[in-house]
């Protein structure tokens, strides 16, 4: 079965510190896709960054970057200098490339951004 | 990407009503779905809307309860029928597009008392 798991359901970073915030899934699939979703307290759910599984190369969005590790199977995003509106419930998602349109959702991780 | 347009973003209803909550995309997307989630814990799918076809519902949920409209591809709505208080959640609605990225409304916090 596919699954995502994020271990840390709750993180804190200084502001303007750096943090990393840890994904793992299981798949037998190659093709698939990847994502880290943030939902701050007004609940909306906001794309931060996609990867592909077939690019080797690590997807980077401004402040936000991934360190994405086929082998391992495990997605791990980095912010750097921490702003308080970065505080909210990060979630990692996974889909298969294979047709199916269903997100797997990990457990989700609450980030803190202490002033 | 899509921006989506979801209402209401709050109610409180009685034991034994319904409630729709519309979703609204500004673009046409493939798939749209509909998620509930409880305060501070992940999603959880309810079912995937179908444009022209009937919707296709997750284990442990059912279209007498959770009735999903799609009469076309830029909107859907979802039905909780005959409530009772441990339908008091947070509703979401998300829109597929390209590169599978899902947009999502901003979520209706139901209570019912």
């Known amino acids: 079965a596919q699954t995502v798991t994020q271990s840390q359901p709750e993180m804190s970073v200084q502001e303007a510190e750096t943090v990393t915030l840890s994904c793992t899934y299981d798949t037998s699939e190659s093709d698939y896709y990847l994502f880290w979703y943030k939902q701050p307290p007004s609940r909306q759910m906001i794309l931060v960054i996609r990867?592909?599984?077939?690019?080797?190369q690590n997807a980077t969005e401004n402040r936000f970057s991934v360190n994405f590790q086929k082998a391992a199977k495990s997605f791990s995003l980095k912010i750097s200098d921490s702003q308080l509106g970065d505080a909210a419930m990060y979630f990692c998602?996974?889909?298969?490339?294979?047709?199916?349109?269903?997100?797997?959702f990990g457990t989700g991780t609450r980030l803190k951004v202490l002033a | 990407s899509a921006v989506i347009s979801q209402k209401p973003s709050r109610d409180i209803c009685q034991r034994g009503t319904s409630l729709t909550i519309q979703c609204q995309v500004d673009s046409q997307v493939t798939m749209m779905f509909w998620y509930r989630q409880q305060p501070g814990q992940s999603l959880t799918l309810i079912a995937t809307?179908?444009?022209?076809?009937?919707?296709?519902?997750e284990s442990g949920f059912v279209i007498d309860k959770f009735p999903i409209s799609r009469p076309n591809l830029t909107f859907s709505t979802l039905t909780v029928s005959n409530m009772s208080p441990e339908d008091s959640s947070i509703y979401l609605c998300s829109g597929q597009g390209p590169g599978d990225i899902q947009y999502f409304g901003a979520g209706t916090r139901l209570s019912v008392l």
């Open positions: 809307a179908n444009q022209g076809s009937e919707a296709t519902y």
């Open positions: 998602a996974y889909i298969p490339g294979s047709g199916t349109y269903k997100y797997i």
């Open positions: 990867q592909e599984a077939y690019k080797q």
